[in-house]
């Protein structure tokens, strides 16, 4: 696996605290341990122009991510960040082409024959006409 080659400035990021919810009683009613990590991918200095339109294309103008797992704000804004830069990381890896292939003999007989089926099927349900009797 590839390694990282490139470092988000830490001024880039916005962070947004609040209260966690759900149970944990007095811990989670007082603290503000879920983070919201903001970053906007056309403001960053980071990346080439390149590089910021295939950030744009595949993950919008500005990435989200919301953690609030662990008890510790800290904690949860090292997942944020982590989560960031794999995110990005999966987005920059180049994709490979797909090659566009023919249907086989076999795959063509089994259509048609799923088709042939279905039609039987279909007319079996038919009321008879007049003409049919």
């Given amino acids: 696996m590839r390694r990282r080659t490139f470092e988000i400035s830490e001024n880039e990021l916005s962070f947004r605290f609040s209260t966690s919810g759900g149970p944990g009683g007095q811990h989670a009613n ?3 341990t879920r983070v919201e990590l903001v ?5 960053t200095t ?28 800290t904690r949860n804004r090292e997942v944020a960040r982590e989560r960031l ?10 994709r490979p082409k797909r090659k566009p292939t023919k249907p086989t003999r076999a795959s ?4 048609l ?10 007319r079996q349900r ?4 007049s003409r049919d009797l």
């Fill in 108 to 111: 063509k007989k089994r259509r």
């Fill in 30 to 32: 007082k603290s503000n």
């Fill in 85 to 94: 830069l794999q995110k990005v990381e999966e987005s920059l890896q180049k």
């Fill in 39 to 43: 970053w906007d991918v056309s403001e």
């Fill in 126 to 129: 038919r009321t008879p006409r």
């Fill in 113 to 122: 024959e799923d088709k042939k089926r279905r039609g039987d099927l279909k």
């Fill in 46 to 73: 980071s990346f080439s122009a390149g590089e910021k339109e295939v950030l744009k294309e595949r993950l919008g103008s500005t990435v989200r991510i919301v953690v609030n797992e662990t008890r510790s704000q």
